[in-house]
């Protein structure tokens, strides 16, 4: 089984930026970032492919967010920009355990989950 463990979350202003990291304890496919905010469903945010060729976002954070990996340490990125008072929420890393041949968006398609690390931006 793998863990995932995420850092880098914490308190910024609005404008400002903040870039998530998250470490896979063994070999994983696609990866992706989610999100909850507080009395919300848990949403999609962005996933990265195996190789890292192939990038999705959620028109939400498209322009600002930005996800990569560093494949030889399974280790997944988030660098967010601009960040609002709506993209205020517990921030998710997600990862395939086999290869789907296919990236998901949706919570299904991934097997392994990390604890979760709190975004909060102020105004």
């Known amino acids: 089984q793998v863990q995932l463990v995420e850092s880098g979350g914490g308190l910024v202003q609005a404008g400002g930026s903040l870039r998530l990291s998250c470490a896979a304890s063994?070999?994983?496919?696609?990866m992706a970032w989610f999100r909850q905010a507080p009395g919300k469903e848990r949403e999609f945010v962005a996933a990265?492919?195996?190789?890292?060729?192939?990038?999705y976002y959620a028109d939400s954070v498209k322009g600002r967010f930005t996800i990569s990996r560093a494949s030889a340490k399974n280790t997944v990125y988030l660098q967010m920009n601009s960040l609002k008072p709506e993209d205020r929420a517990v921030y998710y890393c997600?990862?395939?355990?086999?290869?789907?041949?296919?990236?998901?968006?949706?919570?299904?398609?991934?097997?392994?989950w990390g604890q979760g690390t709190q975004v909060t931006v102020s105004s």
């Open positions: 990265i492919n195996w190789s890292g060729a192939d990038t």
């Open positions: 997600a990862a395939e355990r086999n290869d789907a041949w296919r990236v998901s968006q949706a919570q299904g398609g991934y097997d392994y």
């Open positions: 063994g070999p994983t496919y696609a």
